[in-house]
């Protein structure tokens, strides 16, 4: 059974400065997704990871995918209160699947 | 473009009653997903569907049924209303295995 696990699960960080989310899933996964969701809404997707070394960049998020070490990140540079919000990762559940497990999400506070 | 449409947006039921979440998508799909969202849980996968007349249990499947009669629609059933299912419930669709694409959600409390 997949299981994905982010860390921290609560990041409050100062606006300019620069954090790392982790995301670290149990077994094989094809793809690695990112999500946004804002306090009250809906999730919205930032980043479809679909391969090894796979990076993508929007803005001041960066997510990266290793499969050998089932770890994706989530960069934020030179952080933004627009920033704040909760972020998800979620693992497709092997070859052949077509269900996504999702980790508990991580509530991200930018102060001033 | 609509996107994912949900309703009801809210609602509160009585313990034993039944009551269908309706999901609609209007970007010709053919995957189709209900999540369920516990406060510091994430989303757990209740049922999901690949095409149309094709469903399958996700996780947390208990309590619930679906149908998927045409592309666009994947009604979530509830019957016999518990406690343990006040939450919030998403629906989402995505072209085969690409992003995921979220309705608003509906907040369901059983009392």
């Known amino acids: 059974e997949l299981k994905v696990e982010q860390n921290p699960l609560f990041l409050s960080m100062q606006e300019g400065k620069n954090y790392t989310i982790y995301c670290n899933y149990s077994t094989t996964s094809d793809r690695l997704y990112w999500y946004r969701q804002d306090p009250g809404k809906s999730l919205e997707s930032l980043f479809v990871l679909l391969s090894n070394g796979a990076v993508k960049q929007e803005g001041r998020l960066m997510a990266s995918l290793d499969t050998k070490a089932r770890l994706s990140t989530l960069h934020i540079t030179a952080a933004v209160h627009d920033l704040s919000a909760t972020y998800f990762c979620a693992a497709l559940s092997g070859a052949g699947s077509y269900q996504l497990t999702f980790g508990k999400g991580t509530k991200l506070s930018v102060i001033p | 473009n609509a996107g994912v449409t949900q309703t009801p947006k809210f609602r509160i039921l009585k313990i034993g009653q039944s009551m269908t979440l309706q999901c609609a998508q209007d970007m010709n799909h053919n995957y189709m997903y209900w999540y369920r969202q516990d406060p510091g849980m994430g989303l757990k996968l209740i049922y999901y569907?690949?095409?149309?007349?094709?469903?399958d249990k996700g996780e947390v499947p208990n309590g619930y049924n679906v149908s998927r009669s045409t592309t666009e629609d994947f009604p979530l059933r509830l019957e016999l209303a518990a406690p343990s299912q006040t939450s919030v419930y998403f629906c989402?669709?995505?072209?085969?295995?690409?992003?995921?694409?979220f309705g608003e959600g509906s907040r369901l409390t059983v009392l």
């Open positions: 569907s690949v095409g149309a007349g094709i469903t």
């Open positions: 989402a669709s995505s072209y085969s295995l690409g992003e995921l694409f």
